[in-house]
């Protein structure tokens, strides 16, 4: 696209390895669609941030 961004469309084979990809743009990346598949990597976010949030 002419902002530099990329919108994927396709199938995919097995979900744990296009996850690990999608996760290694860090927050650069967002899901849009299926939403299973959005709400799955919004509870890795949420898990991460419980591991890795600030702590007072």
Do not use: T
């Amino acid at each position: 696209m002419a902002d530099g961004s990329l919108e994927y469309h396709g199938r995919i084979n097995g979900i744990h390895k296009f996850a690990k990809w999608v996760l290694s743009f860090g927050s650069s990346a967002e899901i849009l669609e299926p939403e299973w598949l959005r709400n799955q990597m919004i509870g890795i976010a949420r898990l991460w941030c419980e591991l890795y949030g600030e702590r007072g």
